[in-house]
């Protein structure tokens, strides 16, 4: 599969990029993979993206002098070495990845379109979320694509403390700005992080929005 990997800085992390060309994708691609039969049932597109991810996810372990390549966890997660924490998203032909030894989560979403955002708007963000990012110097679709991807980051980055399955509502934006956000989680999140104040930093790149946890 054709790709290209490149870098990029979102405070204060250092981000791996893997663009991908699915169309080049072939099986032969994943043998590499120690654990490729795991995919076997996965459709092409799957395959694509998992491979993307794990060659940003390869990129960014090298910054810490790790060369093995991420397993599959029990919950399908990214399985990392012990004392490292990381993160890899997706999003049409994009993949990026993220270590840290502190905990961490990414995520990449396509910006949403008025329609859309119309649409989602009620089952990402409460009433009160609604009026702070109608309020905010913002196009009110990009101020929702930025909440719904960091809330993703969030979950990302705290899985392993979360709830399975915490929902949008789980945790609430406080405040938004040109680069960076503010997100409270409620304890049907997690009892353990209820009420704490989380920063994430996001960025527009093109038509796309990265959101990375602090």
Known sequence: MKTVHTTLSLS????????????????HDLLWLPYCAQLAQAGRKRKAEHLAGRIAAIHALGEY?????????????????????GSISHSATTALAVVSRQPVGVD??????????DELADSIVDSREQTLLRAAPLPFPLAL???????????KAWSARAAPRPGFHSAR??????????????????PRLAGQTFTLHWAKIAQQIVTVTQ
């Open 12 to 27: 204060p992390h250092r981000l791996h990029r893997i663009d991908f060309d699915p169309a080049t994708f072939g099986e």
């Open 65 to 85: 002098d790790e060369k093995g390549v991420p397993g599959i966890g029990e919950a399908r997660q990214p399985m990392w070495p012990a004392g490292i924490y």
């Open 108 to 117: 990449i979403e396509t910006l949403f379109t008025n329609q859309l955002s």
């Open 145 to 155: 694509t930025v909440a719904f991807s960091a809330k993703e980051s969030l979950f």
């Open 173 to 190: 934006v406080i405040a938004i700005g040109p680069d960076s956000l503010h997100l409270q989680p409620s304890a049907h999140f997690s």
